[in-house]
């Protein structure tokens, strides 16, 4: 349309005309890729966080530490507050001369030899020993006996449900009450209700021999600066969330002073000052003492029947005759209302991004359309009255400016479709679009310039609108190779496209690409298919593989598809196992003695390798016998990958 050196740059300039609308298209391009992103993903009406796990799916974990074991068991409904200790307590003895771990003797037979300097005990690591203190509503015996075995059962269902790999417990106990009374004489201030003072007192000292751990909501939390991925760490609980610094400032509690009650006692809106206060035996009478120690073993409990709390007025006493039993109803009534949970629903929990809306970002308009129409490629076209060369060369410019629109379309396309490029589901695919019929492995998006019969676009193509449209994606996703001959082109993009993904997560699949690069086709895949069919899998399964990458199989189920360690369930995954392939992982700590087990006489372990053959340690076993394990190469990949997967504290 020029020659060598261009000398026209004014408006009417043809050359000129069409930069300005390539220009305007390209605005309009730039200006729809900065639309929000929840926009960009919603299309014809689909949620745009539907594939994506929300906060409360990707970000708890399964317990890790003992405060995480410890907000799982007081979780449990009837649980006021639980304790978690390491046991530290001869389970075997190992004899270093015969390199022999045996059982511990229960009881030294008389006149037996003394022990060898040579045999040592050994102190198991991992096992744990949860102290359980009840909420304390239960009125009668038989009713906390029945409340007490229901805790245990829950407990143990939800411990062993998120046990850590290479941890067991060992016991767990619901601690007895120790009932402490007192004696006590309150001067207080002008308050129109003494029955609810005096419940109120009786709640604050409550309170301070067995604090409740508060649980919070998520509006709560955030109210109280935590970030996001704090207030979801560690395991999602049904009642709520415990904030760290609650569990931390509430202390399991060994003993009871006089001072302490004194301060919580001042603190009483009402009371103005402690004239007396002591603690009271059985019957009521006074103790000299200052400082109740409590029982490992139990927890302290404010004995009401047995207490007397006194009320003075500037040294008037209080009658207190018209108060008695309502001020204990009133107690018990407050006692029970913060006894009593209700289990969060799942939109008190959820933090999602706000809707999208669907911007049609895919909808594009011929440059055609806006070109002057002295020019006569619109809509309003030619007269019928100008040559058929004229004619002719309208048409060659249209042809010409296919070009342009054909490139522009599919850009719009593909920002339309940036959430499949960036999905790890395997797509459906399109009904209507017969170029959509393997959308998991496109790269490149394209659509057919839009002409309702007004441009004449269908009289400058040469192929139908199916043809076209087929050929135009094939040339589009692949330009060398025009045919189709070769098998899912985009495939190599949309691999690098989960590789971005995967290292979103701290995550790669390289070794394993470069495994898999040397084997042939496999259940009717390539190499290359597979990898991206192992990478989609894993994540789809991130948030279970990512929550659950420390636990161990639950040992109160069946083991099955379903009851697996999250280390297997990593293994599978990063190594490319089939869900009915079988291999073992086997927990030392589970073949420990135990007590009372009439089985374990004499030696356990014969020519045993180290001193203690329990703790915290694993074994797996692969069946050797498949043709995949015999390969060199591939048994080298499986025990370096379960050295990169397996936790660094177990061996």
Same mark, same amino acid.
């Given at each position: 349309?020029?020659?060598?050196?261009?000398?026209?740059?004014?408006?009417?300039?043809?050359?000129?005309?069409?930069?300005?609308?390539?220009?305007?298209?390209?605005t309009d391009l730039g200006y729809r890729s900065q639309f929000a992103l929840p926009d960009l993903l919603t299309r014809a009406g689909h949620d745009p966080c539907a594939d994506l796990p929300a906060p409360a799916q990707i970000l708890p974990t399964s317990p890790v530490t003992i405060s995480d074991l410890r907000k799982l068991v007081i979780d449990v409904p009837g649980v006021r507050n639980a304790w978690i200790d390491l046991v530290d307590e001869p389970a075997a003895s190992f004899?270093?001369?015969?390199?022999?771990?045996?059982?511990?003797?229960?009881?030294?037979?008389?006149?037996?030899?003394?022990?060898?300097?040579?045999?040592?005990?050994?102190?198991?690591?991992?096992?744990?020993?949860?102290?359980?203190?009840?909420?304390?509503?239960?009125?009668?015996?038989?009713?906390?006996?029945?409340?007490?075995?229901?805790?245990?059962?829950?407990?143990?269902?939800?411990?062993?449900?998120?046990?850590?790999?290479?941890?067991?417990?060992?016991?767990?106990?619901?601690?007895?009450?120790?009932?402490?009374?007192?004696?006590?004489?309150?001067?207080?201030?002008?308050?129109?209700?003494?029955?609810?003072?005096?419940?109120?007192?009786?709640?604050?000292?409550?309170?301070?021999?067995?604090?409740?751990?508060?649980?919070?909501?998520?509006?709560?939390?955030?109210?109280?600066?935590?970030?996001?991925?704090?207030?979801?760490?560690?395991?999602?609980?049904?009642?709520?969330?415990?904030?760290?610094?609650?569990?931390?400032?509430?202390?399991?509690?060994?003993?009871?002073?006089?001072?302490?009650?004194?301060?919580?006692?001042?603190?009483?809106?009402?009371?103005?000052?402690?004239?007396?206060?002591?603690?009271?035996?059985?019957?009521?009478?006074?103790?000299?003492?200052?400082?109740?120690?409590?029982?490992?073993?139990?927890?302290?409990?404010?004995?009401?029947?047995?207490?007397?709390?006194?009320?003075?007025?500037?040294?008037?006493?209080?009658?207190?005759?018209?108060?008695?039993?309502?001020?204990?109803?009133?107690?018990?009534?407050?006692?029970?209302?913060?006894?009593?949970?209700?289990?969060?629903?799942?939109?008190?929990?959820?933090?999602?991004?706000?809707? =999208?809306? %669907?911007? @049609?970002? *895919?909808?594009?308009?011929? +440059?055609? /359309?806006?070109?002057?129409?002295?020019? !006569?490629?619109?809509?309003?076209?030619?007269?019928?009255?100008?040559?058929?060369?004229?004619?002719?060369?309208?048409?060659?410019?249209?042809?010409?400016?296919?070009?342009?629109?054909?490139?522009?379309?599919?850009?719009?396309?593909?920002?339309?479709?940036?959430?499949?490029?960036?999905?790890?589901?395997?797509?459906?695919?399109?009904?209507?679009?017969?170029?959509?019929?393997?959308?998991?492995?496109?790269?490149?998006?394209?659509?057919?310039?839009?002409?309702?019969?007004?441009?004449?676009?269908?009289?400058?193509?040469?192929? =139908?609108? %199916?043809? @076209?449209? *087929?050929?135009?994606?094939? +040339?589009? /996703?692949?330009?060398?190779?025009?045919? !189709?001959?070769?098998?899912?082109?985009?495939?190599?993009?949309?691999?690098?496209?989960?590789?971005?993904?995967?290292?979103?997560?701290?995550?790669?699949?390289?070794?394993?690409?470069?495994?898999?690069?040397?084997?042939?086709?496999?259940?009717?895949?390539?190499?290359?298919?597979?990898?991206?069919?192992?990478?989609?899998?894993?994540?789809?399964?991130?948030?279970?593989?990512?929550?659950?990458?420390?636990?161990?199989?639950?040992?109160?189920?069946?083991?099955?598809?379903?009851?697996?360690?999250?280390?297997?369930?990593r293994l599978r995954r990063k190594l490319g196992i089939a869900d009915d392939d079988r291999f073992y992982l086997l927990e030392h700590i589970l073949l420990r003695p135990l007590p009372g087990d009439v089985y374990q006489s004499g030696p356990l372990f014969r020519d045993a390798q180290v001193r203690d053959p329990y703790s915290l340690q694993i074994s797996l076993v692969f069946p050797g016998w498949i043709k995949r394990y015999r390969d060199p190469n591939f048994r080298q990949f499986?025990?370096?990958?379960?050295?990169?997967?397996?936790?660094?504290?177990?061996?």
């Amino acid at each position: 349309m020029a020659g060598d050196t261009w000398t026209d740059h004014n408006a009417h300039d043809p050359g000129i005309t069409i930069l300005e609308q390539l220009c305007y298209a390209l605005t309009d391009l730039g200006y729809r890729s900065q639309f929000a992103l929840p926009d960009l993903l919603t299309r014809a009406g689909h949620d745009p966080c539907a594939d994506l796990p929300a906060p409360a799916q990707i970000l708890p974990t399964s317990p890790v530490t003992i405060s995480d074991l410890r907000k799982l068991v007081i979780d449990v409904p009837g649980v006021r507050n639980a304790w978690i200790d390491l046991v530290d307590e001869p389970a075997a003895s190992f004899d270093s001369a015969n390199r022999e771990v045996s059982p511990l003797a229960l009881a030294t037979t008389p006149g037996a030899a003394a022990p060898s300097p040579n045999v040592s005990e050994i102190r198991i690591q991992g096992l744990l020993r949860v102290r359980i203190e009840m909420s304390g509503v239960e009125k009668t015996v038989e009713e906390r006996s029945e409340a007490a075995r229901a805790i245990r059962l829950e407990a143990a269902r939800r411990l062993h449900r998120c046990r850590p790999l290479g941890v067991d417990v060992h016991e767990i106990l619901v601690l007895d009450d120790e009932p402490i009374s007192l004696g006590a004489t309150l001067e207080i201030g002008a308050v129109g209700d003494a029955t609810r003072l005096l419940a109120s007192i009786y709640q604050s000292i409550a309170g301070y021999f067995s604090p409740a751990v508060p649980f919070r909501t998520l509006a709560e939390m955030l109210e109280r600066g935590r970030r996001v991925d704090e207030i979801f760490e560690g395991p999602l609980l049904d009642h709520g969330f415990i904030d760290d610094e609650d569990l931390a400032g509430i202390e399991r509690c060994n003993s009871v002073r006089i001072s302490d009650l004194i301060r919580v006692l001042m603190a009483v809106p009402g009371v103005l000052a402690v004239k007396s206060l002591h603690f009271t035996d059985g019957d009521g009478k006074p103790l000299k003492d200052w400082l109740l120690t409590v029982d490992a073993d139990k927890t302290p409990r404010f004995d009401l029947e047995k207490s007397e709390i006194r009320l003075e007025r500037r040294g008037l006493r209080i009658d207190q005759a018209g108060i008695i039993g309502a001020e204990q109803v009133l107690y018990e009534s407050l006692r029970c209302e913060t006894a009593r949970r209700s289990p969060f629903g799942e939109h008190e929990s959820e933090l999602r991004p706000p809707p =999208g809306r %669907d911007r @049609h970002v *895919a909808n594009y308009h011929s +440059i055609q /359309e806006h070109f002057p129409m002295t020019y !006569g490629i619109g809509a309003a076209g030619l007269p019928q009255s100008v040559p058929p060369a004229r004619h002719a060369l309208a048409k060659q410019l249209k042809a010409y400016l296919m070009f342009y629109d054909q490139l522009l379309a599919n850009q719009f396309a593909q920002l339309a479709n940036v959430g499949k490029l960036f999905s790890f589901h395997d797509e459906a695919p399109d009904a209507n679009d017969a170029a959509d019929a393997d959308d998991s492995y496109r790269s490149y998006f394209s659509q057919v310039v839009p002409d309702d019969g007004v441009l004449g676009l269908d009289e400058i193509r040469v192929w =139908g609108p %199916d043809e @076209h449209r *087929a050929r135009l994606q094939r +040339i589009t /996703e692949e330009p060398s190779d025009p045919a !189709g001959s070769k098998s899912k082109p985009g495939l190599q993009r949309r691999n690098r496209f989960l590789d971005h993904l995967l290292a979103r997560f701290g995550e790669q699949f390289h070794d394993y690409a470069l495994l898999q690069a040397g084997e042939g086709a496999a259940a009717g895949m390539t190499p290359a298919e597979r990898l991206a069919r192992d990478k989609r899998a894993f994540l789809r399964d991130y948030p279970r593989i990512g929550r659950d990458r420390g636990i161990a199989f639950n040992l109160l189920e069946p083991a099955g598809a379903d009851n697996r360690s999250g280390l297997e369930w990593r293994l599978r995954r990063k190594l490319g196992i089939a869900d009915d392939d079988r291999f073992y992982l086997l927990e030392h700590i589970l073949l420990r003695p135990l007590p009372g087990d009439v089985y374990q006489s004499g030696p356990l372990f014969r020519d045993a390798q180290v001193r203690d053959p329990y703790s915290l340690q694993i074994s797996l076993v692969f069946p050797g016998w498949i043709k995949r394990y015999r390969d060199p190469n591939f048994r080298q990949f499986v025990e370096q990958t379960v050295v990169d997967e397996t936790p660094a504290h177990l061996s």
